[in-house]
């Protein structure tokens, strides 16, 4: 091996490098998979929900919104139904800030409002851990402008307990403070409910709204019973647009297809990095049967001439096992290093989870010395079937 | 010499051609996963107007929170209110000045047949058209006193003119918005500025909207928004001229300044028209206004994704990886030759002929990988499209430049790759591989 210095060298570095980059592709796509298995808390495979846009001067929009809901919630097969502005993992919706005392210099706990009715624990299938639901009277109506805001509201678990580290339960019946002094009672916590950015580090941070929203456009949320979905969206869609010409009904999502927009960046980057690295472990192992090969070749003679000198086949491909073995060996040895520091670097430049190096570092170098074994079996082999007779040739 | 070289060269690849295949392939295997990466970022970092992006100046007014994070760094507001940009407006102290932001409005097409659809807006003035130099296929922007007398005006994309007029000039035609008719007074050629640097507050990838209109005329009607809105304080009272009057952010105004001198006058404008704000009870934080060129301000928005970073340095580790694999490669095939070598070296071919002779064959299997490299960027570049959508449609294609970018990488890889190796080679004592013969 020593007489061949620059092919070993040339080996190890390069298992280094497959190393280093393996970790760290590992590294990220574990980081993204824990981000999208994340619940939104809501009955995902059962909800959908549209858009309406309505364009002419006059039209009445409360009214509208009245009819449709009581429409839509009468269909057979719909459990229940909404008007909101936003849904989760949507990407865009409106957020605030919530405070314990009043006061415009306090920095608030920022949360993401959704503007619901009395309806939304039964639409979402939210888990109310306490307190109660909005009544039908709590909810309100609330044009673009306006800037104040109702006095009672449902947080989420995750909003409480960064509001009320001690103890979360105390946030039900507290009053919290929005815009600075505004006073608004907490009188129900709802287990859990994601907002509409998932990229957000508050992303459990979420406030329901009693009020109906004048926004001219809108959304309905729509939950059905278990197998009804893709039946009732065009019958939903069908309803609306019948029902009001003077709007646009469009965008109808179902939350399925929500979620994979939400994700698809990283889900996207999941796939980029799982064949990167298969296909570097196929360059890498070629690599290593070429070099395997050329170094067996110009070795025949020196083959030949231990058989001739009574090696067995079995220590002859031994023989290259053991010399990949320590090449491997030291190149992972360096790669785990260097994966540790292309780990820091990243961390450094850019916001990525340190991930868990420790188990993910071994593992690879395991996995890369089994390769790199399986690699060299085939010229391993080859060598092994070196006639003796080699040895009596040219020389 | 060369030709002959080339031809040596092409001989020693055939002598040996699934060595060398697999040189070319590993070659143009790393060439294909960083330049689908390089292209990616290099479209994302694109100076969208070449020719006056240094002349284009994004305005920062910092009329944020006093009680914000300190550790934020007082970073000001990446848009302005409404206040800010009227009197920027009205005063008109830059050589163009314009305030715009993004919207939706409800097309309804004449023929009662066809649905009213969605198109996406924005809300700008007369300066936009000749401060951005959009091409106009028919008519052209409106003018000033189109601003000042809320004339319902409306500028379309060519898309849009397609849709709705089937292409042909449509100027003085009138298309219904919102229930609102708006004159056609000018139709956009084909215009795709990459990043949509004017306004990278909504996706800065996405393509520029489909119908412009006064600014004016979307405040007076109260036409919806449908761009970023920030407050960081809730503006005084309830209804539309609340809103108008509050801190909340919302618009984006840039200003043309043809030099520095115009740009130093343009900020001791702004920092006194700041100054004077301060002393009716706005502007609670310390100065600190900004203006950022074009690609200062791509810079400081950091509009090129983190993944699309890390993607890149992690395919230039992959191309590093291949080239080990290709100078281990590359050396088994030249030791192979020694006997050749020597016996040209016995018959007295200099050492630097055999340098420029492997190097020579080194480049042809970098050319063969760049070329193959560029078929499989083109498609990477595809695989990036199918897998992220709609999204990155305009950042996946490849450019004359990027081509020979690639070829240019790939030969100059090839040739660090076959540095050592040939270095090697050359070395060989003339008798030494003669002996053995």
Redesign the interface.
């Known amino acids: 091996m020593m007489r061949n210095k620059?092919?070993a060298i040339?080996?190890a570095?390069?298992m280094a490098?497959?190393l280093?980059?393996m970790v760290?592709?590992i590294s990220?796509i574990q980081e993204r998979k824990t981000a999208m298995e994340r619940p939104t808390g809501i009955d995902e495979p059962n909800i959908f929900f549209v858009s309406s846009?309505s364009?002419?001067?006059d039209f009445n929009e409360e009214v509208t919104i009245r009819e449709d809901l009581a429409a839509i919630r009468s269909m057979p097969g719909v459990v229940n139904a909404i008007q909101s502005n936003s849904v989760p993992l949507l990407g865009g919706g409106w957020s605030m800030g919530l405070q314990t005392e009043p006061g415009?210099?306090?920095?608030g706990t920022g949360v993401a409002v959704y503007f619901v009715d009395e309806h939304a624990l039964d639409t979402y299938d939210l888990e109310l851990v306490a307190g109660e639901n909005f009544s039908e009277s709590d909810v309100g109506w609330r044009?673009?402008?306006?800037?104040?805001w109702p006095d009672r509201t449902i947080l989420t678990k995750a909003m409480a307990e960064a509001m009320f580290p001690d103890d979360w339960r105390s946030a039900l019946g507290a009053t919290v403070y929005i815009?600075?002094d505004e006073p608004v009672t907490v009188i129900g916590i709802v287990d859990r409910m994601q907002a509409a950015w998932n990229g957000w580090s508050g992303v459990e941070r979420t406030m329901l709204v009693p009020q109906h929203t004048l926004?001219?456009?809108t959304r309905y949320i729509i939950r059905t019973e278990p197998g009804m979905r893709d039946q009732l969206m065009p019958q939903v869609e069908e309803m609306l647009a019948n029902s009001n010409k003077d709007r646009?009904v469009?965008n109808m999502q179902t939350m399925d297809e929500t979620r994979e927009r939400s994700y698809?960046?990283d889900?996207?980057?999941i796939?980029?990095?799982t064949f990167?690295v298969i296909?570097?472990l196929l360059?890498?192992s070629?690599?290593i049967v070429?070099?395997a090969?050329?170094s067996v070749?110009?070795r025949t003679k020196q083959i030949g001439t231990r058989r001739a000198l009574g090696a067995s086949k079995g220590a002859i491909a031994q023989y290259f096992m053991l010399e990949n073995l320590l090449i491997s060996a030291a190149g992972v040895v360096i790669g785990a290093a260097m994966a540790i520091g292309?780990n820091m670097a990243?961390v450094e430049?850019?916001?990525?989870d340190p991930g868990s190096l420790i188990i993910l570092v071994p593992a690879a170098m395991l996995v890369l010395v089994v390769i790199g074994q399986l690699a060299v079996l085939g010229p391993a082999r080859r060598a092994a079937k070196v006639p003796p007779a080699v040895a009596t040739r040219?020389i | 010499m060369f030709r002959y070289y080339l031809k040596l060269g092409w001989l020693s690849i055939r002598s040996n051609p699934l060595?060398s295949l697999?040189m070319v392939a590993?070659i143009a295997?790393?060439i294909g996963?960083s330049m689908t990466t390089i292209t990616v970022n290099y479209t994302m970092s694109n100076n969208p107007i070449p020719q006056k992006s240094d002349q284009l100046f994004y305005v920062q007014l910092d009329n944020w929170d006093p009680?914000?994070?300190p550790e934020d760094g007082f970073e000001p507001p990446d848009q302005v209110t409404y206040t800010d940009a009227m009197a920027l407006m009205n005063a008109g102290k830059a050589f163009r000045q314009v305030a715009s932001n993004r919207s939706?409005?409800?097309l309804?097409p004449e023929n009662p047949d066809e649905?009213?659809?969605?198109v996406d807006t924005r809300n700008t003035w007369a300066d936009f058209f000749p401060m951005f130099e959009t091409p106009f296929l028919y008519g052209g922007g409106w003018d000033d006193n189109a601003d000042k007398n809320l004339e319902q005006v409306v500028v379309l994309s060519r898309e849009i003119n397609e849709q709705v007029f089937g292409g042909e000039d449509s100027v003085g035609k009138s298309v219904r918005l919102?229930?609102?008719d708006f004159r056609v007074v000018g139709v956009l050629d084909e215009w795709l500025p990459m990043p949509k640097f004017y306004d990278v507050t909504n996706n800065p990838f996405d393509v520029p909207e489909e119908i412009f209109i006064p600014f004016n005329v979307a405040v007076e009607y109260e036409l919806?928004r449908n761009g970023n809105t920030n407050c960081w304080?809730?503006?005084d009272?309830?209804?539309?001229e609340?809103?108008k009057a509050s801190e909340c952010v919302w618009i984006q105004f840039w200003a043309e300044l043809r030099n520095e001198s115009e740009k130093q006058e343009y900020m001791q404008f702004l920092n006194a028209y700041v100054e004077e704000q301060k002393t009716l009870g706005r502007f609670p934080r310390p100065l600190n206004n900004r203006l950022d060129d074009v690609m200062e301000w791509m810079e400081h928005e950091e509009i090129v994704e983190?993944?699309a970073?890390?993607?890149m340095?992690?395919?230039l580790?992959?191309l590093?990886?291949?080239l080990?694999?290709t100078?281990?490669?590359l050396?088994?095939k030249f030791?192979?030759k020694t006997g050749d070598i020597s016996v040209r070296r016995a018959l007295g071919a200099r050492k630097s002929d055999l340098f420029t002779q492997h190097m020579i064959e080194a480049g042809m299997i970098g050319l063969g990988g760049g070329v193959l490299g560029v078929g499989l960027t083109l498609l990477g570049l595809k695989?990036?499209e199918v897998?992220?959508?709609e999204?990155v449609e305009n950042l996946v294609g490849m450019d004359w430049v990027m081509v020979m970018t690639a070829i240019g990488l790939a030969i100059l890889s090839a040739l660090l790759a076959g540095l050592?190796p040939t270095w090697?080679t050359v070395r060989i004592m003339p008798a030494s591989q003669l002996k053995?013969q």
Request: net charge negative.
């Open positions: 620059t092919g040339l080996i570095l390069q490098v497959t280093a980059i760290n592709a990220i846009n364009f002419a001067p415009a210099e306090i920095e044009e673009r402008s306006d800037t104040s815009n600075d926004f001219g456009s646009i469009r698809r960046g889900s996207s980057m796939k980029m990095l990167t296909l570097l360059i890498t070629l690599g070429g070099l090969s050329f070749s110009r292309l990243l430049a850019f916001d990525v040219t | 060595l697999l590993a295997v790393g996963a009680n914000s994070d939706g409005l409800v309804e649905r009213p659809f969605m919102n229930g609102m919806p304080k809730p503006s009272g309830d209804g539309f609340a809103f983190e993944d970073r890390v993607m340095g992690l395919s580790l992959f590093v990886v291949c080990l694999n100078i281990g490669l050396l088994a030791m192979r695989g990036i897998l992220f959508g999204f050592y090697q053995t």
